[in-house]
């Protein structure tokens, strides 16, 4: 990978006051692309008045829009229909946690796990309230791992749905969701996939994957603060519309109660610009649509491959600190937590004033870190990076945590 050409496609990297600070907090949200911040200039400067109307500028907005679904869905092997924008994926998920209120039926069972972000976790947790039975998925307390067989043994008749990560935001190992998929299926359960913290790392060709429900969030995919959900059409036509009554019969209204943010959503389309640049400038400039999305993600997942493992040696075997999830980079996104034995926070202070941007906290995955005998309060550092991160960024951390641990 050309990583010149990658960081000039974001004007993070030519910002004077960012210069020096080397960004390790990507799981939080990463850098915009360039793509997107003119399209979303350009939308507010030239068409930002009510999309879709038969005037110009109107009609120019809706086209953006339009655009955006359908690039996207065509990079995620699904078809536009599919795809949903909403405000967030918690968002998305509280919907479609009160869908699925209204489509199960007291004494039906689905499972969460507890290693997910709170937001594929607690909506689906409080249908309790209304007879559904919740059952645990749980880690494995040492290790973090989610065995698929222990899923094996939740899975019966009356499970209607299995949620869990694609990859979760503290462990970082990467799940077999097409296996996971098929297991859940063949119960006779549908399957929702939280993807926000690998979709980062390369898009996932969902309708290869398979998962009914797929959720990711753009802010952490070089894009706009939206979040975006793909929802198989045969369950999305299944559960109850919750979106205005008129808007019942568009599949990507269907899920989405709030008004979109018309800009944001048109913006969405720089980030297939961004992707099909780097496809461009490396050799595969005939490919689009899934066979792009292929190409950029395994791109990308190499690059960051090369770039985690030696961070992973340096932490792996040291006493002063535990890293959760694996040990090898395949098997994982580069989003590595460690925890210290004390509050994590303040070693994340120190980081910032050695130019390392990184984060302290539980992340809102308290339920993980617990299960793995960590103090939610006391938290862990956090360090996690993209694609975009340099060689020297990541030995410049390397040496500031040797430092600060
Ligand atoms: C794994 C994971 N899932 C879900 C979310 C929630 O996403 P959003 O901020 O779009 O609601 C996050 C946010 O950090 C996350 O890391």
Redesign the pocket.
Known sequence: MDIDFVRKQFPAFQEPSLQGQAFFEN??GSYPCGAVIDRLFRFYSRHKVQPYAPYAASRQAGAEMDEARSRLAAMLGVADRDVSFGP????NTYVLAQAFRQFLKPGESIVVTNQ??E??SGPWRRLSDSGIEVREWTVDPATGHLDPAALESLLDESVRLVCF?HC??VVGEINPVTEITALAHAAGAFVCV?G??YAPHGLPNVGGLGPDIYLF?A?KTYGPHQ?IMVINPSLAELLPNQGHVFNGGDLSKRFTPAGPDHAQVAACAGMVDYFEALADHHGADRMRGAEMGHFVHDLMRQREIGLLQPLLDAVKDRNDLRLLGPSTAEDRAPTVALALGRPAEPVAAQLAELGIMAGGGD??AGRALSAMGIDPAEGVLRLSFTHYTSEDEVAKLIEALDRVV
């Open positions: 799981a939080g967030s994926t918690t968002q997910d972000h937001a594929n990560p979760s935001n939280d926000v913290s969030s802010y979040g992340f809102y």
